[in-house]
């Protein structure tokens, strides 16, 4: 079992930024990448943003060049850097975490966070 609790969503200005952050715990040696989501009201949950065990990240194009997502191996904690918010960044952001244990795979998810961009 692997635990996640996020932090650091807010309101804030067009332009702004905020830095989520996301503190895992129990099984975390069977976590193989972890990642940030996000659902708009309305709309599907689409991934933001992943990272590797190999320190490798993907991003979705729309945030590309504005967020970025690091991690402090020594805390256990997964971070996101949103920078240059637009409004269409509001959503309620999820961390995810992927672990496997032997053939099985498991999908992990926190309780999720509001991130509101005013304009």
């Known amino acids: 079992q692997v635990q996640l609790v996020e932090s650091g969503g807010g309101l804030v200005q067009a332009g702004g930024s905020l830095r989520l952050s996301c503190a895992a715990s129990?099984?975390?040696?069977?976590?193989?990448?972890m990642g940030w989501y996000r659902q708009a009201p309305g709309k599907q949950r689409e991934l933001v943003a992943d990272?590797?065990?190999?320190?490798?990240?993907k991003y979705a194009d729309s945030v590309k060049g504005r967020f970025t997502i690091s991690r402090d191996n020594a805390k256990n904690t997964v971070y996101l850097q949103m920078n240059s918010l637009k409004p269409e960044d509001t959503a309620v952001y999820y961390c995810?975490?992927?672990?496997?244990?032997?053939?099985?795979?498991?999908?992990?998810w926190g309780q999720g966070t509001q991130v509101t961009v005013s304009s």
């Open positions: 129990g099984s975390i040696f069977s976590i193989n990448h």
């Open positions: 995810n975490a992927e672990s496997s244990l032997g053939p099985l795979y498991y999908d992990y």
């Open positions: 990272i590797f065990l190999d320190g490798s990240t």
